[in-house]
């Protein structure tokens, strides 16, 4: 059965920040990808994950996740700018810490179990008390990959850049990190810029991180701790019937709908111009 990974109703949390806690002033606490992230502390089991942080052009600090954590019936908040801290975001690990962020946009599903085909995707603010971190558990983020003469994302304008241009299938591989570890396997197939690939995940790695194996550079093993690194390359998506089962947002696909949408914006979008961070 095609499953949703995790779905969030919007108003649930919006329904918690009325007896959430504002962020503690100390500073330090490290936002990485591989974070796993509430919506509502009093519901743990609702989880995702964070797929990269960095910074945008206007000088937001930004973390990416999947835009189908997020459901929004009324159609209140999806798919626009939310400039109200109206949705928090939650380290899972340490709730009690406060908002690490608050959501500024994410794609609803639109009736999808796997959420939005091409525009999975959503935008967290961090707060100021926060430290952004290139270094996950498992995976170490060089910035963000780049396809030159590539295919062009389909959210792409034109012309599309480097970062907008995705991966072929057969000569390249994603690692992936998630609940289960680390995992690779090729990119067998790519469909308006969402990857298969055998690289698994699990309910709740929504939003996880994927990097491209740099050709020639260490796989993940025992012999390396399980890590490797690699420029970011896109964010879980979801688990279907196809084989293999694994669907990754290209970050193609959401560096190109980011700019698009910053295009048509005068006052611009949170998020436009992403570059992950080369924090430690």
């Known amino acids: 059965m095609i499953r949703r990974l995790c779905v969030l109703v919007l108003s649930l949390a919006v329904l918690?920040?009325?007896?959430?806690?504002?962020?503690?002033?100390?500073?330090?606490?490290?936002?990485?990808?591989?974070?796993?992230?509430?919506?509502?502390?009093?519901?743990?089991f609702a989880f995702c994950t964070i797929g990269a942080v960095g910074d945008d052009k206007y000088g937001h600090r930004i973390a990416i996740s999947a835009g189908h954590c997020l459901d929004d019936p009324d159609g209140t908040?999806?798919?626009?700018?939310?400039?109200?801290?109206?949705?928090?975001?939650?380290?899972?690990?340490d709730p009690?810490?406060?908002?690490?962020?608050?959501?500024?946009?994410?794609?609803d599903p639109e009736g999808s179990q796997t959420g939005h085909m091409t525009k999975d995707y959503m935008v967290i603010e961090l707060v100021p008390q926060v430290t952004l971190s290139s270094q996950g558990p498992y995976l170490k983020q060089t910035g963000v990959v780049r396809v030159p003469g590539g295919t062009a994302s389909p959210n792409a304008p034109q012309p599309a850049l480097d970062t907008e241009r995705l991966l072929a299938t057969g000569d390249n591989e994603l690692v992936v990190a998630g609940q289960t570890g680390v995992w690779?396997?090729?990119?067998?197939?790519?469909t308006g810029g969402v990857y298969r690939s055998p690289a698994a995940n699990l309910r709740g790695d929504s939003g996880g991180p994927a990097v491209w194996h740099v050709p020639g550079s260490e796989l993940p093993s025992q012999e390396n701790g399980f890590k490797a690194?690699?420029?970011?390359?896109?964010?879980t998506k979801a688990i279907t019937?196809?084989?293999?089962?694994?669907?990754?947002?290209?970050?193609?696909?959401?560096?190109?709908?980011?700019?698009?949408?910053?295009?048509?914006?005068?006052?611009?979008v949170y998020g436009a111009g992403f570059e992950v961070t080369d924090n430690p």
């Open 16 to 44: 918690w920040t009325a007896g959430a806690g504002a962020a503690r002033a100390e500073t330090g606490k490290r936002v990485h990808n591989g974070m796993q992230i509430l919506f509502s502390p009093s519901t743990p």
């Open 241 to 268: 019937l196809s084989l293999p089962p694994f669907e990754y947002t290209s970050s193609a696909n959401i560096l190109a709908d980011l700019r698009a949408r910053d295009a048509a914006s005068p006052a611009g």
């Open 184 to 190: 690779f396997g090729t990119i067998m197939d790519n």
């Open 229 to 235: 690194e690699g420029p970011w390359a896109g964010i």
């Open 96 to 107: 009690g810490f406060g908002p690490i962020g608050h959501v500024r946009y994410f794609k």
């Open 77 to 93: 908040y999806a798919d626009r700018e939310i400039q109200d801290d109206v949705a928090p975001v939650y380290d899972r690990a």
